[in-house]
């Protein structure tokens, strides 16, 4: 086999253009003129996280994809050379197949991103919002089991999803994988798609799997279609996309991924609604306005392997120092050796000589003697507190003791353990959902300090054929683990059937009631003053805390800035009325008029430039109503001096937001508005009202008895005076005699509310409580 060092995946354009937008951003930021908050909406989905440590200055991660774990001994050279000149010397390898280089320094992550363009990588999509990174079985094209090679199909999928930038402004990630074989080495059955390899009739294709993942209730994937061509694969993520930009729920972050809108439907719904997008998808690609990637490319360019050994490296949490990813280049170069990461936190080494195999092995354990420990050794750990903001424990911290602790076993007991998976918290970054033996990080309160937990999970397994989460069983203090983990090998040492293969077999019979039992004898807490290091994480200095935790990021984008924006304006405007405060009040029409300017290009905090491009970009254009110049005038005088009080404008200025938020919730991953304009929904609420009148007026010559219906305007949760408020605006446009149904809060909303509207001349028709505890009030407009 020869060398890879030509770099083969092509960058698209538009992934170019958006670097040259991070570094204006970038610029901006270091001026002064955007916000860190505004500013992170910006970095994160070119894949740039801020890093939770003690540092004197902000420290960042640089989250770089490697499409299907394809990297050249060139690349990882730029890799290592970028975390020695700009890091702090080490690579981090993910269970994504990415690489991440930790500690940077912002203001330098723009030459970072240049860098790497020119050899063919990109943090694109890192984080995010995002088509995230394509995953690829490590071994495919050298896997005997494997159907082919999928390693053409994943960069070709990349290469198109890539180019397009309604891939990165979706309701939340989107996680592909690619599988040689019903192994599921690459993980399709836990991804919200994923492809298997298959022949059908002597042609290539693919299995499809859809609507899975781990982390907040996490479900394996489902069988989508039977079989598909391999020339399908880009007209299926794409309408998999669609449907995910149109259902996915982007209000509610913990519920949006593609398996809550599968939760919600039903697979039966999915289904037909996938084929329907399918179907559109096809016909645009025959009309020429989608254009798909030629595989040929890709698959000419990747050379055909002959059955040849390979070796998997397993680093010790993930990371490889400076000097180690250079040895190993070397060998690499020297043996002529390809490269792939994998799915676990490692690096996969091919292409090699059966001749030169035992001397290969021992060069490596010269590099670092632990790359080739059993996998119990190595652990897939996240990062956890050590780096991400959201760890409530030091995950690779606890691998590492593991490791400690199973050193003193015999080699023999020590490999009859499996691979250890540790989150340090419930989202699955860690993977843990997968773990035949798992751990998934929290924190307890016991003798009145907190102390660092973890829930064992076991028996998981990934095939197509029987995919299966870990289950939950006991709650371990993090400093008992090792102990545990060690007597449990001992235990299944004693084991007379026992073997490692059949790990899941053992626990089914018999076996997850005896380590489980195991497990609860490793769960007294001992006194804070007999034992205060059992009050630490591992490897810290001071007693466990959550300090340093906080929001996470990696769901950061332009629609968390618009929000950010959005709820700005409608706490500017409550404050406003309750308070008579105009100050609050024009905060409210700017953070307004400001939401949705970023999805036009604009980003700024200046006053004057957000009036300026609001009336150009959205009520020249007929996106909001013409009205609302005249109460951004008045908002400009009112900064200027020229006018005392908004207080008699809170009705434009609420609708000046309703209009906004309309607009936000009709976006799509285009950035496109998919509601009229302002003029033509006017006159569409006008025609409306007007076929509802003449049909209700039909209606009751026809059937005096039919049950009358209403208008229905929801107000629950909003607060007095802005319920009224809302309540007014709704009447204000319908015609006298109208009649609606309000839905209000028990409290003071259903005390308030009645007698404004009263006050207003409107007829109360029907105060009436309902079972679930709120109020249906039906008023007739005056």
């Known amino acids: 086999m020869n060398l890879l060092t030509e770099n083969i995946f092509k960058i698209p354009e538009s992934i170019k253009e958006d670097t040259e937008k991070f570094k204006s951003s970038l610029e901006q930021f270091l001026a002064g003129d955007l916000s860190a908050e505004r500013f992170k909406g910006h970095r994160v989905p070119m894949g740039v996280y801020g890093q939770r440590g003690d540092f004197k200055k902000e420290k960042y991660m640089v989250r770089v994809r490697v499409p299907g774990g394809f990297l050249t001994v060139d690349q990882l050279q730029l890799l290592a050379e970028l975390s020695k000149e700009y890091g702090v010397g080490y690579l981090h390898f993910t269970t994504r197949q990415d690489i991440q280089i930790h500690q940077v320094e912002i203001e330098k992550s723009a030459e970072i991103l240049d860098k790497l363009l020119a050899t063919g990588l990109s943090p694109r999509g890192g984080g995010g919002n995002t088509v995230r990174n394509i995953m690829n079985s490590p071994a495919a094209g050298v896997d005997p089991e494997g159907s082919f090679d999928t390693t053409p199909h994943c960069l070709a999928l990349s290469e198109y999803l890539l180019s397009s930038r309604s891939s990165f402004n979706l309701p939340r990630k989107y996680k592909i994988a690619f599988s040689v074989s019903n192994k599921d080495k690459g993980l399709a059955t836990v991804n919200d798609l994923g492809f298997i390899a298959a022949f059908k009739n002597g042609k290539r294709g693919f299995k499809v799997y859809a609507a899975g993942g781990m982390g907040n209730k996490p479900a394996v994937a489902f069988k989508l279609i039977d079989f598909v061509t391999e020339d399908k694969i880009f007209a299926v993520a794409e309408a998999i996309k669609r449907l995910f930009d149109r259902y996915g729920d982007r209000s509610n972050r913990h519920q949006a991924r593609l398996r809550f809108v599968r939760r919600r439907f039903g697979e039966d719904k999915f289904r037909e609604l996938f084929f329907d997008y399918y179907k559109e998808v096809l016909e645009a690609a025959e009309k020429g306005e989608l254009e798909f990637i030629d595989l040929n490319y890709y698959r000419q360019k990747i050379e055909p392997v002959k059955d040849s050994p390979i070796l998997e490296l397993n680093p010790l949490k993930g990371d490889m120092n400076y000097q180690e990813v250079i040895d190993l280049i070397e060998l690499s170069k020297k043996y002529h050796l390809n490269l792939r990461t994998t799915n676990q936190q490692g690096i996969l080494l091919r292409g090699i000589d059966t001749a030169q195999l035992k001397k290969i092995k021992s060069e490596l354990r010269n590099i670092n003697y632990s790359w080739l420990d059993s996998r119990a050794l190595s652990a897939v750990a996240c990062k956890g507190a050590s780096t991400c903001r959201l760890g409530l424990c030091h995950s690779p911290n606890l691998a590492e003791a593991i490791r400690e602790e199973l050193l003193n076993l015999d080699e023999d007991i020590r490999k009859l353990l499996p691979q250890i998976y540790i989150s340090g918290c419930p989202n699955s970054c860690g993977q843990h959902h997968i773990g035949k033996i798992a751990f998934e990080g929290k924190a307890k309160r016991e003798n009145g300090r907190l102390i660092p937990y973890y829930t064992l999970l076991l028996g998981a397994e990934v095939s197509e054929a029987n995919t299966i989460y870990a289950r939950r069983t006991v709650d371990l203090p993090a400093r008992r683990i090792p102990s545990f983990l060690a007597r449990t090998a001992e235990t299944l040492a004693e084991q007379k059937d026992y073997s490692l293969e059949a790990f899941n077999q053992y626990l089914s019979s018999g076996g997850l009631e005896i380590i489980t039992a195991l497990a609860e004898e490793y769960t007294e807490i001992p006194a804070y003053s007999s034992e205060p290091d059992f009050y630490k994480d591992w490897g810290q200095a001071e007693d466990f805390s959550l300090a340093g935790r906080g929001p996470g990021e990696c769901g950061t984008g332009v629609i968390e800035i618009v929000k950010l924006d959005l709820n700005r304006a409608e706490k500017a405007y409550q404050k406003g009325i309750a308070n008579k405060d105009s100050d609050s009040l024009y905060q409210a029409i700017i953070a307004a008029a400001r939401s949705l300017l970023i999805v036009r290009g604009v980003d700024t905090e200046k006053d004057r430039i957000i009036i300026k491009e609001f009336k150009e970009k959205f009520i020249d254009s007929n996106w909001a109503a013409a009205s609302a110049e005249s109460l951004l005038d008045s908002a400009l005088d009112y900064r200027l001096g020229d006018l005392k009080e908004l207080s008699t404008q809170s009705e434009q200025i609420l609708a000046l937001i309703e209009r906004v938020k309309a607009l936000f919730n009709s976006l799509n991953s285009s950035l496109e508005f998919t509601i009229s304009k302002a003029a033509q929904a006017e006159a569409a609420e006008k025609e409306s009202r007007g076929k509802e009148k003449q049909a209700a007026g039909n209606s009751e010559n026809e059937d005096n008895n039919l049950q009358e219906e209403f208008r229905l305007k929801d107000l629950r ?42 006050n207003e001349d409107h007829q109360i028709l029907k105060k009436e409580k309902q079972e679930e505890g709120y109020y249906l009030l039906r008023v007739k407009k005056a």
Do not use: H, Q, R, T
């Open 717 to 758: 949760g909003v607060k007095c005076p802005i319920n009224f408020v809302k309540a007014k605006l709704f009447l204000e446009p319908l015609p006298s005699g109208e009649i609606v149904d309000f839905y209000l809060d028990s409290g003071e909303p259903i005390k308030n509310v009645p007698g404004s509207l009263e």
